[in-house]
């Protein structure tokens, strides 16, 4: 212990030396959070919308005023006709157009099962998820403004008609805002662990390898293990101080629940820093300079982890093959495990399966990447 203690307190001392590292691990993980945090926002809000409106009626004005109330549309102009709208759709001045026609009035007034009023709704689907969600919320404001309609009518007596549909009452548990943020933010913990333990312990490695200093240790009495756990040990500790400080960001300035364990937490980013470590170190043996090490891990092995893990992307919307690799991916077990922990507030009684699956990986990668260093070292 005393010669592996040693190793650690030399990577330490070698870390603080380096000015370029020290800013990676502490400035990069705010700067990814930040750009993430804010700028990966599929939330629809605020959409520039232009009327046409030819009923000019008080039940046109009341349904525009709905669409304008709802925080979701901005009103930005008007015109008489259908063929004006094209020019708005195509200089990007608006994204919805809403077309009211002549007639909505007296159909809304006579609540004709026969002659409903009729509304258009056009949109730009140069953009298909703020399309998509947008006239997703202009149905939901329309189906309101009709469900009103038919609890309106009212049978000679005095009693209410019964509309004859069902009446869906939606309830979201887990986010009941909807909220995008929710969902991406905490995919910033995962890739902060992935820059940390893996891309930086290997190109701490390689430059050891550039300067002769690894050949140095070799010849010591070091046992292999003691210099592989010394070497990563540090990183490890690294690594969790970082998720702590990702966590306190996202709960404190994203406001994003934490409703699980932090203990939990913990424990599970321990088993996938075990893969991100041996992914690091096995890297660090099969190139030569700092340049290829990262380019090995960010182009290899980062990006595609990232996409194929359903961090950004849904796994179920891939082809088969890709869903099949995807269950080699640490990162997707990762994931699962983070947003059960944030949003859902879930235990190891639930998250069984992913710690298992971390553990199993992290294993076997480390140990084929402790091989790979030992024989090169020999």
């Given at each position: 212990m005393h010669e592996l203690l040693a190793v650690i307190v030399k990577e330490f001392l070698q870390l603080r030396q380096d000015r370029k590292m020290i800013p990676a691990m502490v400035v990069g993980p705010i700067i990814q959070l930040l750009a993430l945090g804010y700028a990966a926002n599929l939330d629809v809000a605020h959409v520039p919308m232009v009327l046409v409106d030819q009923d000019r009626s008080p039940a046109s004005r009341a349904l525009v005023e709905r669409f304008t109330g709802a925080?979701?549309?901005?009103?930005?102009?008007?015109?008489?006709?259908p063929?004006?709208?094209?020019?708005?759709?195509?200089?990007?001045r608006a994204q919805i157009a809403l077309v009211i026609a002549d007639g909505y009035g007296e159909a809304v007034a006579e609540a004709s099962a026969g002659h409903p009023p009729r509304v258009q709704v056009i949109a730009d689907g140069t953009d298909a998820n703020s399309s998509g969600l947008g006239l997703g919320y202009a149905s939901q404001i329309l189906a309101g403004a009709g469900a009103e309609m038919v609890a309106a009518r009212?049978?000679?007596?005095?009693a209410r008609m019964a509309s004859g549909r069902y009446e869906l009452v939606p309830r979201v548990w887990y986010n009941p805002d909807l909220k995008s943020r929710w969902f991406y933010v905490p995919a910033v913990i995962a890739m902060v662990l992935m820059l940390v333990t893996m891309i930086?312990?290997?190109?701490?490695v390689v430059r050891e390898k550039e300067i002769g200093t690894l050949e140095q240790?070799?010849?010591t009495p070091l046992r292999s293990w003691q210099l592989v756990l010394g070497k990563l040990i540090p990183f490890l500790i690294l690594g969790m101080l970082d998720m702590l400080l990702v966590t306190g960001l996202v709960t404190g300035l994203f406001h994003v629940p934490l409703r699980g364990s932090l203990l939990v937490l913990a424990f599970l980013t321990f088993l996938f820093l075990l893969t991100t470590l041996g992914l690091g170190l096995l890297v660090s043996t099969l190139v030569r300079t700092m340049q290829q090490a990262m380019g090995l891990c960010v182009f290899v092995l980062m990006v595609p982890m990232i996409y194929l893990s359903g961090l950004i992307f849904p796994v179920?919307?891939?082809?088969?093959?890709?869903?099949i690799a995807s269950y080699a991916i640490p990162v997707k077990y990762y994931a699962n495990v983070l947003r059960g922990v944030f949003l859902k507030g879930s235990g190891l009684g639930v998250l069984w399966p992913e710690a298992l699956s971390l553990l199993g990986i992290?294993?076997?990668?480390l140990t084929l990447a402790s091989l790979r260093f030992r024989k090169s070292l020999e």
């Open positions: 925080g979701t549309f901005d009103l930005v102009g008007a015109e008489d006709g063929a004006a709208i094209d020019p708005w759709l195509v200089e990007g009212r049978v000679p007596g005095g930086l312990p290997s190109m701490a240790l070799s010849v179920e919307n891939m082809p088969r093959g890709f869903q992290g294993l076997t990668v």
